[in-house]
């Protein structure tokens, strides 16, 4: 079966740093996405690992592990404005999936001052 | 800004209703994706298009219907609406065909049905 999991909610303080896991099982993988929503608004691309090890945009790291089926966010420096749901997903290689992307049900994270 | 728009910002309406949700994908995308997110919930996949054909289908309502024209423009129609159809309906679109290519999306339609 398919499945990811993610916590549904972290709450972390301005300044500091957060890791947001993100496991999966698929049938087969072909990458992991993460993407950033603020409430009501559109889900917006933070990084993309199909690669073992860790990936680094700025205040922003993706690391992901294909052997344990695991990934993480890793979030330093924390603003305010991080405060939002960050959203998992894998592209599924299996079957007729036609390469779709999985979704988990995001974590929000809440920063508090 | 994606590049992704959507219309209307805001729909309401009554059960029993029919609307139709358009999106226009960024320049270039040849590939539309419709997902619904109600609320506190996570994104449900419902249909992609890809260059006017339809591609991958996933939890989409017999009710519901897309298409995707020529200028690649699509339409999500929901028909007979149902109080549970209360939701956010994002449009997303990517280049080319594989769903598991970076999607950006648009910023949504939000539906009440009364």
């Known amino acids: 079966g398919q499945n990811i999991d993610q916590p549904t909610e972290m709450t972390a303080t301005e300044g500091a740093i957060v890791q947001i896991n993100c496991t999966y099982q698929?049938?087969?993988?072909?990458?992991l996405f993460w993407y950033q929503q603020h409430a009501g608004e559109a889900p917006t691309f933070l990084s993309y690992?199909?690669l073992d090890g860790l990936e680094e945009k700025g205040r922003f790291s993706s690391f992901l592990s294909r052997s344990k089926g695991y990934s993480y966010l890793l979030l330093k420096e924390l603003q305010m404005k991080d405060s939002a749901s960050y959203l998992c997903a894998v592209r599924d290689a299996s079957g007729d999936s036609n390469y779709q992307l999985i979704w988990g049900a995001g974590t929000k994270l809440i920063i508090k001052p | 800004d994606s590049g992704v728009t959507q219309t209307p910002k805001h729909l309401i309406t009554a059960t029993g209703q029919r609307v139709t949700l358009r999106c226009s994908p960024r320049?270039?995308?040849?590939?539309v994706y419709w997902y619904q997110q109600s609320l506190d919930q996570g994104l449900q996949f419902l249909i992609q298009?890809?260059?006017?054909?339809?591609?991958a289908k996933g939890n989409i309502l017999e009710r519901f219907s897309a298409q995707q024209f020529p200028d690649l423009h699509s339409e999500l129609n929901l028909s007979s609406l149902e109080l549970g159809d209360s939701a956010l309906y994002f449009c997303a679109s990517s280049e080319l065909a594989g769903g598991g290519e970076t999607q950006y999306f648009g910023p949504g339609t939000r539906l009440l049905v009364l």
């Open positions: 698929t049938s087969g993988f072909n990458g």
């Open positions: 690992n199909v």
């Open positions: 298009y890809y260059n006017g054909e339809e591609r």
């Open positions: 320049s270039g995308d040849l590939s």
